[in-house]
C-alpha cells in the first residue's frame, strides 16, 4: 500500500497565493505594456473657435484649432433635441465640409482629437485628445454678400468700406492663390489695411496685384458663423507709393558708402553725382523699380565732398519727351551731401630723407632703403607704421617721417593753388621779382599735373594738426586756401640768388594791370616770358626784334625817301610789323622764404634811387626775413603759406598779397582776417609763424620732437606705382597713367589693360 505525504493545509494556500501574484503581476505588466506608448502623449486641442461658413449649395465648411503635428480629429453632430451624437467623419486636418446638415435649428457639435502611438508591445494605438471642443450652434440671419469698395494711399495703406450689417461684425483677408487668410476683424462697414514689412500684407508684386475680401461674421459662445464673401478689391503696387523721395547713406568701409531710398512711383530710378566743374547732375546709374534700391559708391577720395541725388522716372515721360530737370520726374527727387572720412589709404607719400623699409612694424628685418622723395602708396597705416611698396618689396616705413600728398589727404577740405608750379605770384610788394614772376620756379615743374590737380606734400604729423586747424575754420564758414607745403631747397636757393641779383635794381614803372614797363619802348612787359605786350593787338613782342632808335630827326617829319623817315614820332614805341611778332610762349611759377640762414644786408644803390631791396625791407628788415639763404622749413615739409577764404570761395583780403616780399606783409599790420588765420594756425594747430609773413606757418614742435634735421634739394613727382580697389597701376610724373601696353619698371616687364592695370 503506497503512502503520501503529509503536506499542512497553510502551505497549499501559500502556493496559490504565489501562483495569484504572479500571475496579477504578469497581467499589470502586459497591461502597462499595452497602455505605454514612450515615445507618444495625447494630443491637446488648442483653443480658439469653430469657425462655420454654411456655403450657398448647403454644405457646412467647419474649421476649429490644431491639436499638433500628425494629428487627426474625429467629428460628431446632433441637430434640435436629439440626444445622441451622430459620427460625421475623421480628418486628417482641422477642417472638414459635410454636407446634409441643416441649419435652421440647434446644431450641436462635438470634435476629439487623435494621434497614434506604438506601445511597448509594438503595437499601434490610437490615443484621444482627454478633453474634446463642444459648441452649440444656434440659427442666425447674417447680412448679404457686402459690397467692398477701397481707397488706396501714397502711405501704403488701403481704405476699405462697405454697408455693414447688424448685429454682426466683418472678417477682412486677404487672398493668395485662392485662399482666404483673414487680416483682422472689425465692427461696422470700414476696415484700413497696411503693406509693407510692418504692416497687416506684403506690399503686391508689379505683375500680380493685392486681392481683399469682406465676409459678415456672427460671434456666439465658441464659435463664429461667416457669411458670403466680397467680390475681391484689388490693389496695384503703385497705387500704395507715395511722390516723394527719401534718400539716406551710410559708410559701410573705410571710405565706402551705400545710398538706399524708398520706394516711389515711376518704372526706374537714377542715381546721380553732382559735377562741380559743369554745375550740373551727371547719371551714375539706372536701378529699374523692381531691383534692390541701393547704390555702392566705391572708395571715395579721402576728406572729398560728394552731392547724390535720387530721381524717380515713368517710362512714358521718357519716351514721350526729353526728360530734363523740369520735366518726367514721378517722384520729386533727394539729395544728399557729405564728406568722406579721412584717412591715409591708398594716398602719395614720399620720405623726406632715405629711410629703411622693415619687413614687420617690430623693424625685425631691414628689406631695403627707399630713397627720400620717392613717390610711395600707402596700403595700410598702423601706428607710425605706412605699409607700402618699393620696387618689388613690401614693409613698413616710419610715416612720422613721411611728407602725404594733402591734395590726397585732406581732400576738400582745404583748396590748393600751389602757384609755384604754373605762375609764380612773388613780388616785392607790387613790383615783380624777373626770372620769378610769373614763372615756374625750379623744382615744382611736376607738382600740377595734367589734371590740373597738385601735388601738395606736407609732413604726416603735421598734416594731422592742419585738419583740426581747417576744421575749426569751417566751423565758422572758411577754408584754407594752401600755396604753398614743400619747398625743395634747389628752389629756395634759385629764389634767394635770383632776388638777390635784382634788389639794387630801380623799380620799374607799373601799368594799369600792375606789369612793369620797359623803359626804352614803354611797352608794358609780360610777366611770364619777359615779352613786350602790343598795345592794340596783345600779341607778345620779343626785345630782340625792335630795332636801337635812330638819332634825334629835325623837328619836322622828313617827307618819304629822306632819312628817317618811316620812324614813328618822337616819344612813341618802335614797334616791328606785326606779322612778324612771335606767337605767345609758356609761362612759369613762384616761392617765397623763411628765417633760418644769415641775414644779408640790402646792396647800396645809387643815390636819389628807389631800388626793390629799399621796398622789400624799409630799412627795418633783412632780405633773411623773406627768402632763406641756404635751407628752409619748407625743404622740411613742415611749413605752409596759406590764406583763408570764404566758403563760397573768395580770398578774404589780408594787408598785403600772398607772397609778397616786402614789410607789408609783416604781422605787426595784421588786420582782423590774418589774426584769424593766426588764431587757427598758433591756438588750434599749435604752429609758429614768423614776423615778416602774415600767410607762414611751420610745426617745430613735430620738428623738435622727431629730431628732424634733414631736407631734400629736388622737387617731388607723381611718378611710380599706384594702387586702388581695382589693383596696381604705374604713373608717370604728370599724373596720368600707362594704358594697354607693356612697360618695364627697375628692369620687370608688366602688361597693362585699357585702363592701365597690371594684369596678373
Not at 450657398?56 to 433635441?81: F, N, V
Amino acid at each position: 500500500m503506497k503512502k503520501t505525504a503529509y503536506r499542512p493545509q497553510g502551505a497549499n494556500y501559500a502556493a496559490i497565493l504565489a501562483v495569484l501574484l504572479t500571475l496579477l503581476l504578469l497581467l499589470g505588466a502586459f497591461a502597462a505594456a499595452y497602455f505605454i506608448t514612450p515615445n507618444s502623449s495625447r494630443p491637446v486641442l488648442g483653443e480658439g473657435d469653430v469657425l462655420i461658413y454654411h456655403q450657398p449649395d448647403g454644405a457646412l465648411s467647419l474649421s476649429w484649432p490644431e491639436a499638433g503635428e500628425q494629428s487627426q480629429y474625429l467629428l460628431y453632430y446632433r441637430s434640435g433635441e436629439e440626444k445622441a451624437y451622430l459620427f460625421a467623419g475623421q480628418y486628417e486636418e482641422n477642417n472638414a465640409l459635410i454636407s446634409g446638415i441643416p441649419m435652421d435649428e440647434p446644431l450641436h457639435l462635438r470634435i476629439r482629437a487623435m494621434s497614434f502611438g506604438r506601445n511597448l508591445l509594438g503595437m499601434t494605438r490610437e490615443l484621444l485628445s482627454q478633453e474634446s471642443i463642444e459648441v452649440s450652434v444656434f440659427p442666425q440671419e447674417l447680412p448679404a454678400r457686402p459690397k467692398l469698395a477701397g481707397v488706396p494711399s501714397e502711405d501704403k495703406s488701403l481704405s476699405l468700406s462697405w454697408t455693414p450689417g447688424e448685429n454682426c461684425g466683418y472678417e477682412v483677408c486677404s487672398i493668395v492663390n485662392g485662399k482666404y487668410t483673414p487680416l483682422t476683424t472689425v465692427n461696422g462697414g470700414a476696415a484700413t489695411i497696411r503693406f509693407g514689412e510692418e504692416g497687416d500684407m506684403d506690399m503686391p508684386s508689379y505683375e500680380a496685384p493685392a486681392q481683399i475680401a469682406v465676409r459678415p461674421a456672427f460671434h456666439g459662445e465658441g464659435y463664429v458663423l461667416y457669411g458670403d464673401y466680397s467680390m475681391p478689391f484689388s490693389v496695384e503696387r503703385e497705387s500704395l507709393l507715395g511722390g516723394e523721395l527719401s534718400l539716406e547713406y551710410q559708410e559701410s568701409g573705410e571710405r565706402l558708402y551705400t545710398l538706399r531710398w524708398n520706394e516711389t512711383k515711376g518704372d526706374y530710378y537714377e542715381i546721380q553725382e553732382w559735377d562741380q566743374e559743369y554745375s550740373q547732375w551727371e547719371t551714375l546709374v539706372r536701378i529699374e523699380r523692381q531691383d534692390e534700391r541701393v547704390y555702392e559708391t566705391g572708395r571715395l577720395g579721402s576728406g572729398t565732398n560728394h552731392r547724390y541725388r535720387v530721381t524717380a522716372y515713368s517710362h512714358e515721360a521718357a519716351e514721350s519727351f526729353a526728360v530734363s530737370e523740369n520735366n518726367g520726374f514721378s517722384a520729386d527727387p533727394d539729395e544728399i551731401s557729405f564728406r568722406a572720412s579721412v584717412s591715409p589709404l591708398y594716398a602719395t607719400v614720399w620720405p623726406i630723407m632715405d629711410l629703411p623699409l622693415y619687413d614687420d612694424t617690430r623693424q625685425s628685418k631691414t628689406l631695403t632703403k627707399v630713397p627720400g622723395g620717392t613717390a610711395l602708396c600707402v596700403l595700410e597705416e598702423l601706428g607710425n607704421w605706412f605699409y607700402v611698396r618699393y620696387q618689388d618689396s613690401y614693409g613698413y616705413i616710419d610715416n612720422r617721417f613721411c611728407m602725404i600728398n594733402l591734395t590726397e589727404y585732406a581732400g576738400d577740405i582745404c583748396t590748393y593753388n600751389i602757384a609755384n608750379s604754373y605762375q609764380s605770384v612773388f613780388k616785392v610788394h607790387e613790383y615783380p621779382i624777373e626770372s620769378i614772376t610769373a614763372r615756374v620756379i625750379p623744382g615744382f615743374e611736376n607738382v600740377q599735373l595734367s589734371n590740373g590737380e597738385y601735388l601738395t606734400p606736407y609732413l604726416y604729423p603735421s598734416s594731422r594738426k592742419l585738419l583740426a586747424a581747417a576744421e575749426a575754420a569751417e566751423a565758422d564758414g572758411y577754408r584754407f586756401v594752401i600755396y604753398e607745403a614743400y619747398r625743395p631747397n634747389e628752389a629756395t636757393r634759385f629764389l634767394y640768388d635770383t632776388t638777390m641779383e635784382q634788389l639794387n635794381n630801380p623799380v620799374p614803372d607799373l601799368d594799369s594791370e600792375g606789369r612793369a614797363i620797359d623803359s626804352k619802348t614803354g611797352l608794358s612787359i609780360d610777366p611770364k616770358t619777359g615779352f613786350l605786350i602790343h598795345p592794340e593787338t596783345g600779341a607778345l613782342i620779343d626785345p630782340a626784334d625792335i630795332p636801337d632808335p635812330e638819332p634825334e630827326t629835325a623837328p619836322d617829319s622828313p617827307a618819304e625817301g629822306e632819312e628817317g623817315a618811316g620812324l614813328p614820332p618822337e616819344g612813341e614805341p618802335l614797334l616791328p610789323d606785326e606779322a612778324a611778332l612771335p606767337d605767345d610762349s609758356a609761362a612759369g611759377g613762384s616761392d617765397e622764404g623763411e628765417l633760418e640762414e644769415e641775414e644779408n644786408p640790402v646792396p647800396n644803390a645809387p643815390e636819389n634811387t628807389v631800388t626793390l631791396g629799399q621796398i622789400m625791407t624799409d630799412g627795418r628788415f633783412k632780405i633773411s626775413s623773406f627768402l632763406a639763404a641756404a635751407t628752409s622749413a619748407h625743404n622740411r615739409g613742415i611749413a605752409l603759406d596759406l590764406t583763408l577764404e570764404t566758403l563760397e570761395g573768395e580770398e578774404l583780403e589780408m594787408q598785403s598779397p600772398i607772397h609778397d616780399l616786402s614789410w607789408h606783409a609783416a604781422t605787426y599790420l595784421n588786420n582782423e582776417n590774418a589774426k584769424l588765420l593766426e588764431h587757427y594756425m598758433k591756438d588750434v594747430a599749435g604752429m609758429n609763424g614768423l614776423t615778416s609773413e602774415w600767410w607762414h606757418f611751420q610745426d617745430d614742435v613735430t620738428r623738435n620732437a622727431i629730431k628732424l634735421n634733414t631736407y631734400l634739394y629736388k622737387g617731388v613727382s607723381a611718378e611710380g606705382w599706384v594702387k586702388d580697389d581695382t589693383g596696381w597701376r604705374y604713373r608717370r610724373p604728370d599724373g596720368s597713367f600707362y594704358r594697354g601696353d607693356s612697360i618695364s619698371v627697375d628692369g620687370k616687364s608688366y602688361s597693362l589693360d585699357g585702363n592701365g592695370y597690371v594684369v596678373e
